[in-house]
Protein backbone atom coordinates (compact mmCIF):
# COMPACT_ATOMS: atom_id res chain seq x y z
CA UNK A 1 0.00 0.00 0.00
CA UNK A 2 1.09 3.51 -1.17
CA UNK A 3 0.60 6.65 1.25
CA UNK A 4 0.30 10.32 -0.39
CA UNK A 5 0.18 13.34 1.41
CA UNK A 6 -2.61 15.69 -0.55
CA UNK A 7 -2.08 18.84 2.10
CA UNK A 8 -3.63 19.13 5.42
CA UNK A 9 -5.71 16.38 6.65
CA UNK A 10 -5.71 14.49 3.10
CA UNK A 11 -4.21 11.29 1.91
CA UNK A 12 -4.43 8.97 -0.52
CA UNK A 13 -3.98 5.61 -0.29
CA UNK A 14 -3.22 3.35 -3.37
CA UNK A 15 -3.50 -0.46 -4.09
CA UNK A 16 -2.51 -1.52 -7.53
CA UNK A 17 -4.89 0.82 -9.78
CA UNK A 18 -6.94 1.39 -6.55
CA UNK A 19 -6.88 4.97 -4.73
CA UNK A 20 -8.64 5.34 -1.52
CA UNK A 21 -9.05 9.69 -0.99
CA UNK A 22 -9.48 10.36 2.85
CA UNK A 23 -11.03 14.05 3.75
CA UNK A 24 -10.79 16.03 0.92
CA UNK A 25 -11.59 19.27 2.38
CA UNK A 26 -11.06 22.83 1.44
CA UNK A 27 -6.84 22.84 2.01
CA UNK A 28 -7.05 20.15 -0.73
CA UNK A 29 -6.23 20.35 -4.64
CA UNK A 30 -9.59 19.16 -5.89
CA UNK A 31 -8.19 17.17 -8.48
CA UNK A 32 -7.44 14.78 -5.68
CA UNK A 33 -10.84 13.78 -7.01
CA UNK A 34 -9.45 12.67 -10.39
CA UNK A 35 -9.42 8.69 -10.95
CA UNK A 36 -10.45 8.29 -6.82
CA UNK A 37 -11.93 4.74 -6.38
CA UNK A 38 -14.01 5.60 -3.59
CA UNK A 39 -13.68 8.59 -0.70
CA UNK A 40 -14.23 8.50 2.92
CA UNK A 41 -14.70 11.63 5.06
CA UNK A 42 -14.23 11.45 8.88
CA UNK A 43 -16.89 14.79 9.72
CA UNK A 44 -18.21 17.64 7.82
CA UNK A 45 -15.85 20.44 9.12
CA UNK A 46 -14.52 22.63 5.62
CA UNK A 47 -11.01 21.54 6.20
CA UNK A 48 -11.99 17.76 5.80
CA UNK A 49 -15.22 17.98 4.03
CA UNK A 50 -15.94 19.99 0.55
CA UNK A 51 -19.15 19.40 -0.57
CA UNK A 52 -19.61 21.22 -3.69
CA UNK A 53 -16.14 19.93 -4.70
CA UNK A 54 -17.43 16.04 -4.15
CA UNK A 55 -20.51 16.46 -5.27
CA UNK A 56 -19.41 17.15 -8.40
CA UNK A 57 -17.29 14.50 -8.55
CA UNK A 58 -19.36 11.84 -7.99
CA UNK A 59 -21.36 13.82 -10.98
CA UNK A 60 -18.38 13.82 -13.34
CA UNK A 61 -18.26 9.54 -12.06
CA UNK A 62 -21.58 8.15 -11.63
CA UNK A 63 -19.16 5.14 -10.13
CA UNK A 64 -17.61 7.10 -7.26
CA UNK A 65 -18.92 6.05 -3.74
CA UNK A 66 -18.56 7.74 -0.53
CA UNK A 67 -18.39 6.54 3.39
CA UNK A 68 -18.96 8.87 6.12
CA UNK A 69 -21.12 9.66 9.25
CA UNK A 70 -24.63 10.13 8.86
CA UNK A 71 -24.39 14.13 9.53
CA UNK A 72 -21.81 14.35 6.27
CA UNK A 73 -24.01 11.94 4.40
CA UNK A 74 -27.13 13.80 4.90
CA UNK A 75 -25.50 16.66 3.07
CA UNK A 76 -24.96 14.41 0.10
CA UNK A 77 -28.73 13.03 -0.23
CA UNK A 78 -28.59 13.41 -4.23
CA UNK A 79 -26.61 10.74 -4.66
CA UNK A 80 -28.89 7.98 -3.85
CA UNK A 81 -27.54 4.59 -3.12
CA UNK A 82 -23.76 6.32 -3.52
CA UNK A 83 -23.32 7.65 0.21
CA UNK A 84 -23.15 5.05 2.89
CA UNK A 85 -23.29 6.15 6.40
CA UNK A 86 -21.40 4.33 8.88
CA UNK A 87 -19.99 4.61 12.17
CA UNK A 88 -18.22 3.38 15.21
CA UNK A 89 -17.84 -0.48 15.05
CA UNK A 90 -18.86 -0.88 12.00
CA UNK A 91 -16.44 -3.13 9.25
CA UNK A 92 -16.85 -2.99 5.51
CA UNK A 93 -14.69 -3.68 2.43
CA UNK A 94 -14.50 -0.31 0.52
CA UNK A 95 -12.93 -0.17 -3.13
CA UNK A 96 -10.91 -4.07 -2.48
CA UNK A 97 -9.64 -2.14 1.40
CA UNK A 98 -11.32 -3.53 4.67
CA UNK A 99 -11.62 -0.76 6.79
CA UNK A 100 -12.87 -0.81 10.37
CA UNK A 101 -14.53 2.33 11.63
CA UNK A 102 -13.77 4.16 15.27
CA UNK A 103 -14.65 6.85 17.66
CA UNK A 104 -18.03 9.00 17.02
CA UNK A 105 -17.17 12.77 18.33
CA UNK A 106 -15.01 15.15 17.54
CA UNK A 107 -12.59 16.60 19.94
CA UNK A 108 -13.51 19.43 22.00
CA UNK A 109 -12.90 22.68 20.90
CA UNK A 110 -14.15 24.86 23.74
CA UNK A 111 -17.30 23.80 26.09
CA UNK A 112 -19.89 25.78 24.28
CA UNK A 113 -19.00 24.92 20.76
CA UNK A 114 -21.53 21.93 20.06
CA UNK A 115 -19.61 19.07 18.99
CA UNK A 116 -20.31 17.57 16.08
CA UNK A 117 -19.74 13.73 14.67
CA UNK A 118 -16.63 12.37 13.78
CA UNK A 119 -14.81 8.96 12.74
CA UNK A 120 -11.89 7.42 11.95
CA UNK A 121 -11.14 4.82 9.54
CA UNK A 122 -8.41 2.30 9.79
CA UNK A 123 -7.96 0.79 6.32
CA UNK A 124 -6.56 -2.84 5.75
CA UNK A 125 -5.78 -3.34 9.39
CA UNK A 126 -2.51 -0.59 8.91
CA UNK A 127 -3.62 2.61 8.80
CA UNK A 128 -5.50 5.02 10.20
CA UNK A 129 -7.13 8.62 10.12
CA UNK A 130 -8.55 9.43 13.30
CA UNK A 131 -10.31 12.91 11.76
CA UNK A 132 -10.68 15.57 14.55
CA UNK A 133 -10.27 13.35 17.60
CA UNK A 134 -7.48 11.46 19.99
CA UNK A 135 -9.47 7.90 19.22
CA UNK A 136 -7.66 5.22 20.42
CA UNK A 137 -8.93 2.24 17.96
CA UNK A 138 -9.86 -1.06 19.99
CA UNK A 139 -7.00 -3.13 17.34
CA UNK A 140 -3.60 -2.53 16.55
CA UNK A 141 -2.36 0.46 14.42
CA UNK A 142 0.75 0.13 12.09
CA UNK A 143 0.74 3.68 10.86
CA UNK A 144 -0.85 6.70 12.63
CA UNK A 145 -1.99 9.41 10.11
CA UNK A 146 -1.10 12.30 13.21
CA UNK A 147 -3.13 15.21 14.13
CA UNK A 148 -0.25 17.51 14.73
CA UNK A 149 -2.25 21.02 15.40
CA UNK A 150 -5.68 22.25 15.80
CA UNK A 151 -7.70 24.71 17.72
CA UNK A 152 -8.74 21.60 19.54
CA UNK A 153 -5.18 20.72 20.90
CA UNK A 154 -2.13 21.13 22.53
CA UNK A 155 1.54 19.20 21.79
CA UNK A 156 0.75 17.52 24.95
CA UNK A 157 -2.09 15.70 24.02
CA UNK A 158 -0.58 14.89 20.73
CA UNK A 159 2.33 13.30 22.50
CA UNK A 160 -0.01 11.44 24.75
CA UNK A 161 -1.68 10.43 21.87
CA UNK A 162 1.03 8.91 20.13
CA UNK A 163 1.67 6.91 23.31
CA UNK A 164 -1.59 5.95 24.03
CA UNK A 165 -2.08 4.38 20.27
CA UNK A 166 1.60 2.43 20.04
CA UNK A 167 1.57 2.49 16.32
CA UNK A 168 4.90 1.31 14.50
CA UNK A 169 5.41 4.80 12.74
CA UNK A 170 3.27 7.65 12.54
CA UNK A 171 2.79 10.77 9.91
CA UNK A 172 2.01 14.59 10.40
CA UNK A 173 -1.80 15.45 8.98
CA UNK A 174 -3.68 18.62 10.20
CA UNK A 175 -0.86 20.81 9.59
CA UNK A 176 -1.73 23.03 7.27
CA UNK A 177 -1.93 25.67 9.72
CA UNK A 178 1.56 25.63 10.27
CA UNK A 179 4.74 27.58 9.47
CA UNK A 180 8.11 26.44 9.05
CA UNK A 181 8.89 27.40 12.80
CA UNK A 182 5.76 26.01 13.86
CA UNK A 183 6.44 22.63 12.11
CA UNK A 184 10.09 22.67 13.51
CA UNK A 185 8.83 23.08 16.69
CA UNK A 186 5.89 20.20 16.67
CA UNK A 187 8.37 18.10 15.35
CA UNK A 188 11.11 18.56 17.52
CA UNK A 189 9.16 18.00 20.84
CA UNK A 190 7.74 14.80 18.76
CA UNK A 191 11.30 13.60 18.22
CA UNK A 192 14.45 14.21 20.05
CA UNK A 193 13.71 17.23 21.46
CA UNK A 194 11.12 15.64 23.57
CA UNK A 195 9.74 13.68 26.29
CA UNK A 196 9.88 10.47 23.89
CA UNK A 197 7.19 8.20 22.09
CA UNK A 198 7.49 4.81 21.42
CA UNK A 199 6.99 6.08 17.74
CA UNK A 200 8.72 7.11 15.02
CA UNK A 201 7.32 10.38 13.71
CA UNK A 202 7.94 11.77 10.33
CA UNK A 203 6.17 14.31 7.88
CA UNK A 204 5.13 14.02 4.21
CA UNK A 205 5.22 17.37 1.90
CA UNK A 206 2.30 17.31 0.04
CA UNK A 207 2.26 15.45 -2.81
CA UNK A 208 4.90 13.17 -1.75
CA UNK A 209 4.47 9.34 -0.61
CA UNK A 210 5.51 6.52 1.16
CA UNK A 211 5.18 2.69 0.42
CA UNK A 212 3.71 0.79 4.09
Known amino acids: MELTKHGHACVVLSEDDRRLVIDPGGFTDPSVLQRASAV ?6 ADHFAPDVLSAAMDADPALEVWTNPSVAGRLDGAAGRVHA ?7 TVAGFDVTVHGELHA ?3 PEIPRVANVGFLVGGVVFH ?4 FTVPSEPVATLLLPVHAPWSKTAEVIDYVRAVD ?5 AIHDGLLNDAGLGIVG ?13 FGRLAPGDSVEL
Not at 40 to 45: G, R
Not at 86 to 92: E, N, T
Not at 130 to 133: E, H, I
Not at 188 to 200: A, D, F, I, V, W
Open 167 to 171: ADQAY
Open 40 to 45: LVTHEH
Open 130 to 133: PGDA
Open 188 to 200: GLLGERGPGTPTP
Open 108 to 110: VIH
Open 86 to 92: VGDGDAL
